[in-house]
């Protein structure tokens, strides 16, 4: 029998997950098994307990029971203070115990994808979960005992690898594509080129609903280690910061795409988008007083609400793509349309105890993501035991205030609000609590609208004043010459001075109606005690 230290204060719940664990069998997943071909795979990973979990004498809670199968062994206290565990179970396409490599999560996640984009496709690849859980191990390679990270393991890396090894087989040799690679953030709503010294970038969308980032570069990229230098580059520059979970938080998603395009008129091939989604901890956190951190939580929330039902859509040919909604799912939105676009998520997990709740959130998302798929024959979709319920169903019925849908194909002439208040119709809340978080949702993408249409304003403003005092100046000289023309002078001059009293005046109410949407921002957060549970 098992010797358990009673001067840990958690050594009861270590005793009772033990006890569980061993009446179960438990089968993991191998090399050898079947790597199953979807359009959409949803896969959870388990990192080993870390230094830091282990100086605070922390259980693990996650138990990988089966190649499909993962625990969580909830603790608990009765109101007479008895402990006790909680058993959730959720199922996924594929689950990795703390002892994967990163070679065998590559061969049943993002591996099976990588041939989609020399077949016309999108691929695409999410990294999702709690901030320290695991996702930059496993998109950009294990850290060595020195910090320093050796990127040939990661997900990253390996898709590279693979990318140039299929590009020399005779099948593609003889279309005669190139590759490339672009690498940018999406923080607080707006893009950033992460290759061009975060340079702010344009989303723009035209009349086909076909996206354009404008102004993002491409890096010609010959071998896995252009890649990765491009890689390397972005990560310094990436945004991160401190949240209520975590002290390094990732703060924006960052978004690697490579690309395939015809040598000769640079046509667009195949797309592979690699996403580092930010730390999930951090789309909840409503904790801080500070507005920059609340409508980065409100963002964060935003897009990976979003970013679940564009993925759910994909698997339901002819549903409605919400694309809007977020920046986030608009830059990707042809990773979510067409017979050739495929998908697949990494839940990552960690599994000390003081991580529960976060991981409990991450994997009832995950679970949601493909939810729709449980009953089809293969790979299996996901069921928490004990989760939340689900979010599909019947359309959540909103106050006439937020009332649905206005025609999701254009009947409110804003259809980045008709995409929004459809995200929220499928959220399983209360109508107030849904009808409160949409209204920040909704002012804060108000705020960010309005921030950057003054900061345009503003552009134009300074260079409409230098124009202005130009003419000034060269007024001045004038009235300095012997023959001047005082009433000419003092004409001319009252009215440049009367345009910039004119321009003072519009740049002043744009400020001001600005910062009446703060206010509003702070008056609706008020409302709300956390947003949606991601």
């Not at 809670?61 to 499909?68: F, I």
């Not at 491009?230 to 949240?243: A, D, E, K, M, V």
Request: with cysteine; charged share 25%; proline share 3%.
């Amino acid at each position: 029998m098992e010797d358990f230290d009673p001067t840990n204060p958690n050594w009861e719940f270590h005793k009772m997950i033990k006890d569980y664990i061993s009446s179960i069998d438990i089968r993991q997943l191998s090399i050898a098994d079947l790597v199953l071909e979807q359009r959409i795979s949803v896969c959870v990973r388990k990192r080993p307990l870390n230094r830091k979990e282990l100086g605070r004498r922390e259980v693990d809670v996650l138990t990988v029971a089966d190649k499909d199968r993962l625990l969580v062994h909830e603790p608990k206290l009765k109101v007479d203070l008895t402990k006790y565990l909680e058993n959730h179970q959720f199922r996924f396409d594929y689950a990795f115990d703390e002892k994967s490599s990163n070679q065998l999560v590559y061969r049943f996640t993002a591996q099976p994808l990588v041939h989609t984009i020399f077949e016309r496709g999108m691929a695409t690849c999410f990294a999702y979960g709690q901030t320290g859980s695991g996702k930059t191990h496993t998109m950009g390679g294990h850290f060595t005992s020195t910090k320093e990270q050796d990127a040939t393991d990661g997900i990253y890396a390996m898709a590279a690898s693979d990318v140039f090894r299929l590009l020399e087989e005779p099948k593609n040799r003889s279309k005669d594509l190139v590759v490339s690679a672009s690498f940018f953030e999406i923080y607080g709503g707006k893009v950033f080129d992460l290759l061009n010294d975060k340079a702010k970038l344009r989303v723009l969308e035209d009349g086909k609903q076909q996206v354009r980032v404008v102004g993002l570069s491409e890096e010609s990229v010959t071998s896995v280690q252009d890649v990765l230098q491009c890689i390397q580059c972005g990560n310094q520059i990436r945004t991160s910061g401190t949240t209520s979970a975590n002290q390094n938080s990732s703060r924006s998603h960052a978004v690697f795409q490579i690309l395939l395009r015809k040598r000769t008129n640079r046509k667009l091939h195949g797309k592979f988008s690699l996403i580092d989604l930010a730390g999930n901890e951090r789309g909840a956190d409503t904790s801080s007083a500070d507005r920059q951190t609340r409508m980065e939580g409100a963002e964060i929330n935003k897009s990976l609400l979003a970013l679940k039902e564009c993925i759910r859509a994909l698997g339901r040919k002819g549903a409605y793509l919400p694309f809007r909604a977020s920046k986030l799912t608009q830059v990707l939105r042809d990773s979510f349309v067409g017979d050739r676009s495929r998908t697949c998520m990494i839940a990552m997990v960690s599994p000390g105890q003081g991580s529960c709740e976060h991981s409990l959130n991450t994997l009832r998302y995950a679970d949601r993501v493909k939810e729709l798929e449980a009953g089809a024959g293969g790979g299996g979709g996901g069921g928490g035991a004990a989760a939340a319920p689900p979010s599909g169903g019947q359309a959540l019925q909103l106050p006439p205030v937020f009332s649905s849908h206005a025609s999701a194909h254009g009947g409110s002439g804003n259809l980045e609000q008709d995409d929004l208040r459809m995200l929220h119709e499928s959220l399983g809340q209360e109508a107030a609590a849904a009808a409160d978080v949409l209204n920040f949702h909704e002012v804060v993408s108000h705020v960010v609208e309005a921030q950057e249409q003054l900061v345009e304003d503003h552009r134009s403003f300074l260079q409409g004043n230098r124009d202005l005092w130009s003419r000034a100046e060269v007024l001045l000289k004038q009235a300095d010459s012997p023959d001047c023309n005082v009433e000419e002078y003092a004409r001319s001059l009252d009215e440049i001075l009367q345009r910039q009293e004119e321009e003072c005046a519009a740049m002043r109410e744009k400020v001001l109606s600005l910062r009446k949407l703060l206010k509003d921002e702070e008056a609706a957060s008020q409302h709300i005690r956390h947003l949606p549970v991601l």
